[in-house]
């Protein structure tokens, strides 16, 4: 017999061969061996800031917080996945000679430098693509209008940012491993959906749930992007228009706002993790259709993965995580 219904606070994040959760009993991963087929179930000390300092759990910083939390976390638990599913060793294999030297003479320290890099360049690329190329783009735009797109900015460039991180997550998608990854995505939030409605964490209970989420990543970027627009046409009525006018002053002027925007996407999120009114339906639904491209429907093994990290971290009664 399904127990009560019920909304929680669990949550979690799709990784390679693997999903990670956390709820009551803490934070979990489950990862599938791809040689052996074996299911690595491993608890993760990890303790929020805000549980640790009042200061960070005030509304808006603790949303700043929590999602620079969830960079970081989420980059080490990858980078732990692609170890223990033993995806990294097939890697080494294929290094090259000059590769397998380097790596040899230098080990951690090298991957740090690299890692370090690749980080510098994924912010700077997407500082390019979501904040410089939006200000162009409506530059362009507007020049072609002769000016009289000028009072609409901040909505012009928020709908660009969401244009260009659609086309971007879809090109995304097509990538083989990607793919493979939102598949773990999709298990994660089905299994999530089954144990809320109160059935019993099993393969084919969990086939039947929606793969579709409101307290997921991806409703909280679409979120965000959504605010975008309505704080940055505001703040485009306080800057003159000069300022406006030139592409890298303005960029850097809408930066401060990145936080504030964050803050606020991140309050919603959790309020819609207690609701479902028509305020919640209307601003949820862009992020909820963005899942189509971000979740994928699981086959049975990647379900197993799933069920596995829930159940490490979800006790007998339900109510020690629902939502408070």
């Given at each position: 017999?399904p127990?009560?219904?019920h909304?929680?606070?669990?949550?979690?994040?799709?990784?390679?061969?693997?999903?990670?959760?956390?709820g009551?009993k803490g934070m979990?991963?489950?990862?599938?061996?791809?040689?052996?087929g074996?299911i690595i179930?491993?608890?993760?000390?990890?303790t929020?800031l805000r549980n640790r300092?009042?200061?960070?759990?005030i509304?808006?910083?603790r949303?700043?917080t929590?999602?620079?939390?969830?960079m970081?976390?989420?980059?080490?638990?990858?980078?732990?996945s692609?170890?223990?599913?033993?995806?990294?060793?097939?890697?080494?294999?294929?290094?090259?000679?000059?590769?397998k030297?380097?790596?040899d003479?230098?080990?951690?320290?090298l991957m740090?430098?690299?890692?370090a890099?690749?980080?510098?360049f994924?912010?700077?690329?997407?500082?390019?693509?979501?904040?410089?190329?939006?200000?162009?783009?409506?530059?362009?735009?507007?020049?072609?209008?002769?000016?009289?797109?000028t009072?609409?900015q901040g909505?012009?460039e928020?709908?660009?940012k969401?244009?260009?991180?659609v086309?971007?997550?879809?090109?995304?998608?097509?990538?083989?491993?990607?793919?493979?990854?939102?598949?773990?995505?999709?298990?994660?939030?089905?299994?999530?959906?089954c144990?809320?409605q109160?059935?019993?964490?099993?393969?084919?209970n969990v086939?039947?749930?929606?793969?579709?989420?409101?307290?997921?990543?991806?409703?909280?970027?679409?979120?965000m992007?959504?605010l975008?627009?309505?704080v940055?046409?505001?703040?485009?009525?306080?800057?003159?228009q000069?300022l406006?006018?030139?592409?890298?002053?303005?960029?850097?002027i809408?930066?401060?706002?990145?936080?504030v925007?964050?803050g606020i996407?991140?309050?919603?999120?959790?309020?819609a993790g207690?609701?479902?009114?028509?305020?919640?339906?209307i601003l949820s639904a862009?992020g909820l259709?963005?899942q189509?491209?971000t979740?994928?429907?699981?086959?049975d093994d990647?379900?197993e993965?799933g069920?596995a990290?829930?159940k490490?971290v979800?006790?007998?009664?339900?109510?020690?995580?629902?939502?408070k």
């Amino acid at each position: 017999m399904p127990k009560k219904s019920h909304i929680t606070s669990v949550g979690g994040q799709a990784l390679i061969e693997g999903v990670m959760m956390q709820g009551p009993k803490g934070m979990a991963t489950a990862v599938r061996h791809i040689t052996d087929g074996e299911i690595i179930t491993k608890y993760h000390e990890f303790t929020p800031l805000r549980n640790r300092n009042k200061f960070f759990n005030i509304p808006i910083i603790r949303g700043v917080t929590a999602f620079v939390e969830s960079m970081i976390n989420g980059y080490k638990l990858l980078m732990y996945s692609a170890e223990a599913s033993g995806m990294q060793e097939i890697e080494d294999e294929e290094l090259s000679d000059f590769e397998k030297w380097l790596n040899d003479k230098f080990g951690d320290k090298l991957m740090g430098v690299i890692t370090a890099i690749a980080s510098l360049f994924g912010f700077a690329l997407a500082f390019l693509i979501f904040f410089y190329l939006p200000v162009l783009a409506f530059k362009g735009i507007n020049t072609l209008a002769h000016g009289g797109l000028t009072p609409f900015q901040g909505a012009f460039e928020g709908v660009i940012k969401i244009i260009i991180f659609v086309v971007y997550m879809e090109l995304v998608s097509q990538m083989k491993e990607i793919k493979r990854v939102f598949k773990y995505h999709g298990a994660e939030h089905k299994s999530i959906c089954c144990y809320e409605q109160g059935l019993e964490l099993t393969v084919e209970n969990v086939k039947k749930c929606s793969r579709f989420h409101p307290r997921c990543g991806t409703s909280f970027m679409f979120v965000m992007l959504i605010l975008s627009i309505f704080v940055i046409t505001i703040l485009s009525l306080f800057v003159p228009q000069e300022l406006k006018s030139n592409t890298v002053l303005w960029t850097l002027i809408k930066l401060p706002m990145v936080p504030v925007i964050m803050g606020i996407g991140y309050e919603f999120i959790k309020y819609a993790g207690k609701h479902n009114n028509i305020f919640v339906r209307i601003l949820s639904a862009p992020g909820l259709w963005m899942q189509r491209i971000t979740t994928k429907e699981p086959e049975d093994d990647i379900i197993e993965v799933g069920i596995a990290s829930l159940k490490a971290v979800i006790t007998e009664n339900p109510e020690d995580d629902e939502i408070k």
